[in-house]
């Protein structure tokens, strides 16, 4: 369910703005929970960035999420949600780019909370 998701993101975000992407190499870079009670939830929460040296004002970070919601026996899939949980560019980042970032991630239809 994660593939569908981060190819979404590569498409829609990523790629109009001619960037690649990777996962941060940082133990909160990826972290799935588990919620179990009157339904099941499991939630991926990844960071993203932009191929760009840290260093570069290019550079950016993207922490997202999906979460997939099931009934108790998990014999039935309710609902799937992706979030944009905050984007972070770097702080020499051009105001026009930095709104190009945002607007990107908002024009899909994501929640940038």
């Not at 870079?29 to 840290?54: C, D, F, N, T």
């Not at 051009?94 to 970032?101: F, G, S």
């Amino acid at each position: 369910m994660l593939v569908p998701a981060m190819v979404k993101l590569a498409e829609s975000v990523f790629k109009p703005l001619g960037q690649n992407f990777k996962d941060v190499n940082r133990p909160e870079g990826w972290k799935i929970q588990i919620h179990i009670g009157e339904a099941i939830y499991i939630v991926h929460k990844r960071i993203e960035q932009s191929l760009h040296s840290p260093d570069d004002p290019k550079h950016f970070e993207c922490h997202w999420s999906l979460r997939l919601s099931f009934d108790k026996q998990m014999s039935d899939l309710k609902a799937v949600f992706v979030r944009i949980i905050d984007v972070k560019t770097h702080p020499d980042m051009p105001k026009e780019e930095q709104d190009k970032v945002v607007d990107a991630l908002k024009g899909e239809g994501y929640l940038i909370s």
